[in-house]
T-cell receptor, first 115, second 112 residues
Framework: AQKITQTQPGMFVQEKEAVTLDCTYD???????LFWYKQPSSGEMIFLIY??????QNATEGRYSLNFQKARKSANLVISASQLGDSAMYFC????????????FGTGTSLTVIP | NAGVTQTPKFRVLKTGQSMTLLCAQD?????MYWYRQDPGMGLRLIHY???????AKGEVPDGYNVSRLKKQNFLLGLESAAPSQTSVYFC???????????FGEGSWLTVV
């Protein structure tokens, strides 16, 4: 079974609008971490935001926020006020502390911001 | 890229050749990982290490070997390269209780 599922291969958003990128995860652990990374066309992986499974509040980092719904096992990324530079691939990831602190990644969502 | 250096950046191999990718870090992190990235498949974990002298298999370990003789270095070896190993390889590092992992710039490998 997939640990991380991203069902949106591609998304479009108008500049200055908000966009939500979906992510669901599968784990039986109580303690885990959820992450989002951005990969622009240049190829590097850029860390955006982190949410711990015990965190009661949704994580926010500037224009990025993580909509964490534990019961639904979802960790959606919300980008507010989209900018042209937000056009990139976005990957959701999960860390499971037990068994070696492995990180599992989804297949990614390609976001295109339209001027 | 947060003190993670991968060498080489680009390489073309012939089927059956061997090569080693080096990941070097200067952040003294315990955990090191090797991922491969293929179109439509995201990043898949090949091998990882939780400390000097230790290695473990990830999701797609076949055809690869690794070693971590020194804490700062994590080597990924291809003993007999196959076209299916054409990919972009990323090294990443992390702390035991860290909130993220940091990636190298990637190594583009083509096997012909």
């Amino acid at each position: 079974a997939q640990k991380i599922t991203q069902t949106q291969p591609g998304m479009f958003v108008q500049e200055k609008e908000a966009v939500t990128l979906d992510c669901t995860y599968d784990t039986s652990d109580q303690s885990y971490g959820l992450f989002w990374y951005k990969q622009p066309s240049s190829g590097e992986m850029i860390f955006l935001i982190y949410q711990g499974s015990y965190d009661e509040q949704n994580a926010t980092e500037g224009r990025y926020s993580l909509n964490f719904q534990k019961a639904r096992k979802s960790a959606n990324l919300v980008i507010s006020a989209s900018q042209l530079g937000d056009s990139a691939m976005y990957f959701c990831a999960m860390r499971e502390p037990y068994g070696g602190n492995q990180f599992y990644f989804g297949t990614g969502t390609s976001l295109t911001v339209i001027p | 890229n947060a003190g993670v250096t991968q060498t080489p950046k680009f390489r073309v191999l012939k089927t059956g050749q061997s090569m080693t990718l080096l990941c070097a870090q200067d952040m003294n992190h315990e955990y090191m990982y090797w991922y491969r990235q293929d179109p439509g498949m995201g990043l898949r974990l090949i091998h990882y290490s939780v400390g000097e002298g230790t290695t473990a298999k990830g999701e797609v370990p076949d055809g690869y070997n690794v070693s971590r003789l020194k804490k700062q270095n994590f080597l990924l070896g291809l003993e007999s390269a196959a076209p299916s190993q054409t990919s972009v390889y990323f090294c990443a590092i992390g702390r035991q209780a860290g909130n993220t992992i940091y990636f190298g710039e990637g190594s583009w490998l083509t096997v012909v």
